[in-house]
């Protein structure tokens, strides 16, 4: 029989929550606590879950766990990985990890010379929708992948106010969402992203950007195009159109597929159409944690990779340098 693997959440807010709840539907595993300065947070989230409350992760990280989610905001995740990797702790960060390449280059560092393991939250690798998108075109079922269009438009419903502040959240819509949008590009492609030219705005005051549009070039020869935007509008409309040579397939995050393919017309959905939203991203965060335990149980490095992350990271700040110079730039 599996050893239980005591598990911790740092943070108690919306995706907090979300870790702690799809920690309770594996099986062999054992939520420890959760842990958030706002005592009512920690205790309300505790409760729910059957598990301790602590306002700090460092006495989470006492109370003797094998895994930390770290579920705050970008700020203080580096000294959240040190901490866990100093106490032999195996880290699952969310994304964006941090809001520096030298942040995600330190957590990296730290996690490797302690011998534990990091893994980047990019749920998107794990909602079926996308793992059938990467596994159509692997295949050659568009032909070679000529140009993509990434886009995502969240409701400020969804938006947390320290999302707009770039002292902790390190931007603003394309840090917190394009993040997302790079990594599930390159997997799905397995083309990496080689130069950028963006065009950005903020709608007030000195917050991170609104909305803008990033253009990319792959090294595998694809261009892409990255459509990011907050508003007030109810909605949250994410979706994926990679045109290849030979078709094109239009991916409709939390919902379906639909391929395009010389005669074939195909559309595949994946959820019931009772199910919410909440449940939809369950789904992929349920998928999300399994991969981490069985790492860990198994002793190898899970996917995505703290480096996937940092990539993310880096392409953010690359759209940024671009969008201030009105240039082209080359991805190192």
């Given at each position: 029989?599996?050893k ?38 920690a ?19 006492s ?39 030298e ?34 075109v ?11 269009l ?46 950028v030219?963006?065009?950005?705005e903020?709608t007030?005051g ?7 549009s ?15 935007h ?6 949250v ?46 789904l ?8 981490m ?39 190192a």
């Amino acid at each position: 029989m599996d050893k239980i693997i005591r598990v911790g959440v740092a943070g108690a807010g919306f995706i907090g929550a979300v870790h702690a709840k799809a920690y309770m539907q594996i099986p062999g595993i054992k939520l420890v606590g959760v842990a958030d300065p706002v005592a009512v947070k920690a205790d309300s989230l505790a409760n729910e879950t059957g598990s301790q409350s602590f306002q700090n992760y460092q006495d989470l990280l006492s109370a003797g766990i094998d895994i930390l989610s770290v579920c705050l905001p970008p700020r203080p995740h580096l000294e959240a990985a040190q901490a866990a990797a100093r106490a032999g702790v195996h880290v699952l960060m969310e994304k964006p990890i941090a809001r520096s390449v030298e942040e995600a280059d330190r957590m990296i560092a730290v996690c490797r010379d302690a011998g534990v393991y990091m893994m980047t939250g990019f749920t998107h690798h794990f909602y079926p929708e996308m793992q059938e998108a990467r596994r159509l075109v692997q295949a050659g079922a568009i032909g070679k992948p000529l140009t993509v269009l990434d886009s995502m438009s969240i409701t400020y419903g969804f938006v947390l106010p320290w999302y707009r502040e770039k002292d902790v959240s390190g931007g603003g819509v394309f840090m917190c969402n394009a993040v997302h949008g790079f990594d599930r590009v390159s997997w799905v492609l397995g083309q990496k992203i080689s130069a950028v030219a963006a065009q950005i705005e903020q709608t007030s005051g000195n917050f991170g950007e609104d909305y803008g549009s990033a253009l990319a070039r792959f090294d595998g020869g694809a261009q892409g195009t990255f459509f990011q935007h907050w508003g007030p509008y109810r909605t949250v409309s994410c979706e994926m159109k990679v045109y290849g040579q030979d078709g094109m397939l239009h991916v409709r995050s939390w919902d379906s597929i639909e391929l395009l393919a010389g005669k074939k017309h195909s559309v595949q959905h994946f959820y019931y159409p009772d199910h919410s939203l909440s449940q939809r991203t369950m789904l992929g965060m349920v998928s999300e944690l399994t991969e981490m335990i069985d790492a860990v149980r198994h002793g190898r490095q899970p996917e995505p990779t703290g480096e996937d992350g940092r990539t993310s990271v880096a392409l953010v700040h690359h759209v940024y340098d671009a969008a201030a110079r009105g240039v082209w730039v080359e991805v190192a």
